[in-house]
């Protein structure tokens, strides 16, 4: 499985962003998707999850409001609409599979519990 980011870019606090996470091969429709980014110096954070099919999702409580997840099976392609971005938001975002058709629950946010990353895609938000 090969994952591509794309949609990244430099924009400015309160604009919006939309990215997308390109999947290969077969069984995209049978994985939970995750996002997450990291800023230089701090850990990876997660910020969604979306189960296979896309009626479960979850939401850090640091974008929740402001980010929403979504996916298109047909076209083997995951979604984050990133709106009222913060300087805070700055960061290389990440799109990782998980290994089922879940997001684990409460651990959804886990990164160890995500199979396959993409190469990421840098967003700066200046104030």
């Known amino acids: 499985v090969q994952l591509v980011e794309s949609g990244g870019g430099s924009v400015q606090a309160g604009g919006s962003l939309r990215l997308s996470c390109t999947a290969s091969g077969s069984h995209f429709d049978s994985h939970g998707m995750g996002w997450f980014r990291q800023a230089p110096g701090k850990e990876r954070e997660g910020l969604s999850c979306i189960s296979n099919t896309g009626d479960t999702t979850y939401y850090a409580d640091s974008v929740k409001g402001r980010f929403t997840v979504s996916r298109d099976n047909a076209k083997n392609t995951l979604f984050l609409q990133m709106n009222n971005l913060k300087p805070e938001d700055t960061a290389m975002y990440y799109c990782?599979?998980?290994?089922?058709?879940?997001?684990?629950?409460?651990?959804?946010?886990?990164?160890?519990?995500?199979?396959?990353w993409g190469q990421g895609t840098q967003v700066t938000v200046s104030s």
């Open positions: 990782a599979t998980r290994p089922f058709p879940n997001c684990a629950g409460s651990s959804w946010g886990v990164a160890t519990l995500y199979q396959y």
